[in-house]
């Protein structure tokens, strides 16, 4: 995907404007078929890519199987009301709820993206599973 990126970069492919986007040749991409125009193109470091800071202590603490369970009560509730998961909560406060563990009303609260009207409609849902895993 790297290669096509630089290529649409240096515009040597075109994307189609019609519906169903695809790549398409133009008079430079055939310019370097033929031969008459050379192309550079980086080519990428393999190797693992290193988890910035902020990624990591993001889990620090965090019941990883809550974690899971929790993503799963999402996923029910999602389902059932026709909206993307992130719309219920999103991995962050997932993992804020992983790691504190809220069973009552006032520590849901505090958990991170949790406002009065979430925890009036999904608060029961989740610490419900929080204290099943507990």
């Known amino acids: 995907m790297n290669y096509i990126y630089q290529l649409l970069d240096s515009d040597l ?19 370097v078929l033929r031969g008459e125009r050379t192309v550079m193109l980086m080519q990428l470091k393999a190797g693992p890519v290193k988890k910035t800071k902020a ?13 899971e369970q ?9 389902e059932a009301r026709s909206v993307p998961a992130f719309v219920i909560f999103g991995d962050a406060s997932l993992r804020d709820m992983a790691r504190s563990k809220p069973t009552t009303a006032a520590a849901f609260l505090a958990t991170h993206g949790v ?17 099943e895993h507990s």
């Open 13 to 31: 492919l075109e994307r189609s404007a019609d519906e169903y986007k695809t790549l398409q040749l133009n008079e430079a991409s055939w310019e």
């Open 55 to 67: 990624a990591t202590q993001s889990w620090e603490g965090v019941d990883e199987g809550l974690f």
């Open 70 to 78: 929790l993503r799963q009560v999402r996923r029910v509730l999602a």
């Open 115 to 131: 406002g009065e009207k979430k925890l009036a409609d999904l608060g029961e849902a989740f610490m419900a599973c929080i204290r």
